[in-house]
């Protein structure tokens, strides 16, 4: 398996497990998706190492983070976030911050109290609330917690684990897979995963009642151009809530990408530049002189 290490910290009286990499003096902190944590990013870091510090976690629940009996919603998690932020990166200095899926809903949550400190933020298929797919996402919510729940228990023997994360180990490299199934598909983690769709059920009619404050920080949004077999009419409609949505900033880009919904793994160099890109355009770079 993997060897990142890394450190446990106390954040809003959870224990969340953060892993530090790279080098430089610019800061990217990356935002994991529904039921997935820092290890979903493997494929990006080696890309960046030298480019920036890199921060990735694990939310509550997940991975090597504290366990939780709470049932946390999308508030909870940015909190936790912009807590994070606080701790590990230093004073004043900028940040750009990626998110993928639902991390984008925690993202554009955190962007308000991150404020002038957020340079830029890249989101990768993120979840649009607006989306005619989410008007009945409760329903939906409730009938994959029925399935999950077998999945939960089933879990404790790991060729039926390895089954049901079969699209995740399609996915990632093999020493990334057998961390997410030895830390995440396991009966805990898959509780928290659970939890987390209810957040996300939580949170769809509270942002199309009080959308999250616009980011005024440069932002673009990578939406997976691959559509799962039976839901291209879906995956359209998405894709156009997504970019009406980035449409809406003042500075936002839309950008279509070949890839499924993990785009970070199948396309990491793509997210590699866009962060560069990111922080390029951060300004106290652009005010440096030549």
Known sequence: MRQATGQTMAV??????????????????????????????DPVMPLLADRARLVAYDRAGFGRSGRTTEQLGIDDMAADLVALVDAVIPGPAPL????????????????ESLGPRLSGLLLLDPTPESAPVYDTFDQTAAKVDRALGVTQ????????????????????????????????FVPAGIAQTRKEFKAVAAAIPQFRAEPPGLPTCPTILLSASRPVKGREQQHAAIAEHQRRWVETLPDGRFEGVDSGHFIQAAQPGIVADKVGHLLDRAPDRRARPA
């Open 96 to 111: 750009v911050l990626v998110a993928h899926s639902m991390g984008g809903l925690v993202a554009r949550r955190a962007a």
């Open 12 to 41: 809003n009286g959870r224990s969340v497990h953060v892993e530090e990499s790279g080098r430089g003096t610019d800061w990217v902190v990356f935002e994991a998706g529904q039921g997935l944590g820092r290890t979903c990013w």
């Open 153 to 184: 228990a089933l879990a404790r023997f790991r060729p039926l684990a390895r089954m049901a994360s079969g699209n995740v180990r399609r996915a990632f490299p093999a020493d990334t897979y057998a961390t997410m199934l030895a830390e995440d």
